[in-house]
């Protein structure tokens, strides 16, 4: 049996050909596994709604074919909306995503969110065919994040800011809401300023409050507010403080209550929660007192000092002292809206008085001792006869002392007249028919004419050889009474209308 030859052109025929089916099976399958897309996700946050806002991005790795994105799965389950240049939005599920190209989707989920994911199937598919597909996903981790919440729309009274000016010297401030929001509802945040009466233009009690303080509001409807409170004209003291008129301290005293951090521009709640100056003055060129004197003359040469302490801005003690000559002081206290009268200058120190208040003589606070109009005045009578003229001057009680200069002829003599008591000065006779008694503390002179009662030789004096007549007495006498007591009348006038003017009468 004759056997064929074998040959190895079948054989490696058929290998052949499934060696070129295995490798076109290669080339089909091995482009198919390398088809995906790459997923990438932002995170923000919509504070109009306080939604996270995640935008993610989708990339087709072919460079030959478009991707259908057939099946997008999201957690949470909200839209995922592929955005378009036209701003528009489609769903991302069933998007034709071109070659090598990329979408950008967005979704909203709510603002607590804490984790989020995207699973995305993609087909890609020729001439009918699909040719490859591939499912990618995606996770992202939310809860380092701060919570997402809606942007407010108005701020809360407790929470609210503020800025404020202060002008204390003037008494003028302002405070205003900062920031564009509103106050929320009808909340209100009040605001004062108010001023003091104090003893120093330092901080320094007690003090009290003046006028009336000036309050107002912050709310949604005003967003700024002007405050204008009355500065007395003394030492004081001007704060602007957190709150209403409730919070005004009228009396601050050594030990009692403090505005502390409730004054705006203080380094602490609530004072802080308003950026400014500090709200708070004390100054003043003056003590809160209205010292005033007033003096009254006396007959006796004393001084009567009247001291008072009241006016608008008399809030405190005046302590007086009063000052004359030969070391003379006393010193008394006076209340507000009182008055003191116990301080009697004496005639021998009240040449010159003055009124002090710390130190500094007050306003018209100097006085000299000055006889008041309504003082008696000394009277003065004659006698007179053939041998001698007879001058008394009287000094009523309650007065002062009155030094007199009688003179006659060339004969002079003085005496001093105590009050209540009376001086006499007799002359001889001589041909002078006048005498003049002077009284050079009122500035005031009297002349008196020499009259002898009776027959005196025809000489009408005393002075010559004949014998002087008796004296007269009875009526005579009387008219020379009656006639001083007119001289007294006329002096007086005389003394008031013009000074130095003689007063001639007969004696």
């Given at each position: 049996m004759i056997?064929?030859?074998?040959?190895l052109r079948r054989p490696l025929a058929i290998l052949g050909a499934a060696l070129v089916g295995l490798t076109g099976v290669a080339a089909v399958a091995t482009p198919a596994s390398a088809h995906h897309t790459t997923i990438n996700a932002t995170v923000g946050c919509d504070r109009q709604t306080g939604e996270r806002l995640i935008t993610w991005t989708v990339q087709n790795s072919q460079a030959d074919k478009d991707a259908t994105l057939q099946k997008v799965t999201a957690t949470p389950g909200t839209p995922v909306n592929a955005l378009l240049a036209d701003a528009k939005e489609v769903p991302l599920q069933g998007y034709i995503l071109g070659k090598s190209k990329t979408v950008s989707a967005v979704q909203r989920v709510p603002g607590n969110t804490?984790?989020?994911?995207?699973?995305v199937h993609a087909e890609w598919w020729v001439e009918g065919v699909k040719t490859a597909e591939d499912t990618k996903a995606k996770s992202i981790d939310l809860a380092a994040d701060k919570s997402c919440t809606p942007a407010p729309k108005c701020v809360e009274v407790d929470k609210a800011k503020f800025s404020h000016t202060f002008d204390g010297p003037k008494g003028t401030a302002t405070v205003k809401l900062d920031g564009d929001l509103p106050l929320c509802g009808d909340g209100k945040q009040y605001f004062t300023l108010v001023s003091y009466f104090a003893p120093r233009p330092q901080f320094a009690t007690p003090q009290y409050v003046y006028g009336t303080p000036d309050s107002d509001f912050v709310s949604a409807a005003q967003t700024e507010i002007t405050l204008n409170v009355e500065i007395?004209?003394?030492?004081?003291?001007?704060?602007?403080?957190?709150g209403d008129k409730d919070q005004v301290i009228d009396e601050i005293v050594d030990g009692g209550k403090r505005y502390d951090n409730k004054k705006l521009g203080s380094p602490g709640a609530p004072g802080n929660r308003s950026k400014g100056p500090q709200g708070w003055y004390n100054g003043g060129s003056k003590s809160c007192?209205?010292?005033?004197?007033?003096?009254?003359?006396?007959?006796?040469?004393?001084?009567?000092?009247?001291?008072?302490?009241?006016?608008?801005?008399?809030?405190?003690?005046v302590e007086f002292e009063v000052k004359g000559e030969n070391g003379f002081t006393k010193k008394v206290s006076v209340t507000p809206g009182k008055a003191d009268s116990s301080i009697v200058v004496p005639a021998a120190d009240a040449g010159k008085i003055e009124v002090l208040v710390d130190g500094k003589v007050i306003e018209n606070g100097t006085y000299s001792w000055q006889r008041p109009e309504d003082c008696p005045l000394p009277a003065v009578t004659t006698k007179a006869d053939c041998k001698e003229f007879a001058l008394t001057v009287t000094n009523?009680?309650?007065?002062?002392?009155?030094?007199?200069?009688f003179t006659y002829g060339d004969k002079t003599e003085t005496r001093t007249v105590a009050a209540g008591a009376s001086e006499t000065v007799t002359f001889k006779a001589g041909k002078d028919k006048t005498a003049v008694v002077a009284l050079p503390d009122m500035d005031l002179e009297l002349e008196a004419i020499y009259t002898p009662e009776g027959n005196c030789g025809g000489s009408g004096g005393g002075g010559g050889d004949d014998e002087p007549g008796l004296p007269v007495t009875g009526a005579a006498a009387g008219g020379i009474a009656a006639g001083a007591v007119a001289l007294l009348i006329a002096g007086a006038v005389l003394f008031v209308i013009a000074r130095r003017r003689r007063v001639t009468f007969t004696a």
């Open positions: 056997r064929p030859k074998l040959s804490t984790t989020a994911s995207l699973e007395p004209d003394c030492h004081t003291q001007v704060d602007l403080i957190w007192v209205t010292p005033a004197s007033t003096f009254a003359s006396k007959c006796d040469g004393s001084v009567a000092v009247s001291l008072s302490n009241d006016g608008k801005i008399s809030k405190y003690a009523p009680e309650g007065g002062l002392p009155v030094k007199t200069t």
